[in-house]
């Protein structure tokens, strides 16, 4: 093809048909002008089907990520609940040295850990995909990325200072009061717990915990907000590439 247009050049200038050459020459100039667009073109193209493929597939991992943190923060409010109802239960009773029958039988039958427990905290989302953000082109996603780390910053705040707390003083609690925390964690018998609450210095401690995991149990509730609307944004997303 080059050899081609070359001979035509060549015989252009041979018959001293200069105009004609110019010409020639400016539509050979457009020619390679256009061929070099279209080839821009074609791998701006490649590239950006290349670039929708990764942004798709990271999508993927983010959307399974967030289940599975779904499912673990949903475990993590089952559990401050049932730690809530306790603390709740306690302070009630102090308050009117009473239970109900309703809530003795909730207490005596209840799984949460008598009283102070330790939280474990993670995010597969935020651990496994580090430098999402800067991947992903949907505005909407990136708004709620932001807002997923933001929520989970709280979550680690909240329950880190909700750990702290019951290791400093639900350690002073176990050791000074062993026997009768040991024997209400075997029997969650009425009257053991009755004896446990007589002590002088166990609802104060008991009101520290009950405050420190309801704002947990409050992070919680909003971190499954927001990993809600993710999951939710990220099918919308992945099915418009259906």
């Known amino acids: 093809m080059i050899n081609f247009f070359r001979q035509i ?11 004609r050459y110019l010409k020639y020459a400016i539509g050979e100039i457009i020619l390679v ?18 670039k929708s493929n990764q942004e798709i597939v990271l999508m993927e991992q983010l959307l399974e990520d967030a289940q599975a943190d ?39 039958n209840n799984n949460s850990e008598l009283f102070w427990i330790y939280s474990a905290y993670q995010s597969n989302l935020i651990n496994n995909n580090p ?26 705040k909240a329950i880190e200072l909700s750990n702290r707390l019951n290791e400093n003083y639900g350690t002073l609690l176990d050791v000074k009061y062993y026997h009768e925390i040991n024997a209400l964690k075997l029997s969650k018998a009425f009257s053991e717990f009755k004896v446990l609450m007589e002590k002088p210095d166990v609802i104060p401690y008991i009101s520290k915990f009950e405050g420190t995991n309801e704002n947990a149990l409050k992070q919680i509730n909003a971190m499954i907000e927001a990993n809600s609307q993710l999951i939710t944004d990220l099918k919308r997303k992945l099915k418009s590439y259906d």
């Open 70 to 108: 779904s499912l673990f923060f949903v475990s993590r409010k089952a559990r401050m609940v049932g730690q809530d109802s306790i603390y709740k239960m306690a302070l009630q009773f102090k308050a009117t040295d009473t239970l109900n029958k309703e809530k003795k039988y909730l207490f005596e």
């Open 33 to 50: 002008v256009i061929g070099i667009l279209i080839a821009l073109q074609i791998n701006n193209w490649n590239e950006q089907r290349k």
């Open 131 to 156: 430098n999402a953000y800067d991947f992903i082109s949907d505005q909407s996603l990136k708004t709620l990325l932001r807002n997923y780390n933001s929520k989970y910053e709280y979550v680690v």
């Open 9 to 19: 050049r060549q015989n252009l200038l041979n018959e001293g048909k200069t105009s």
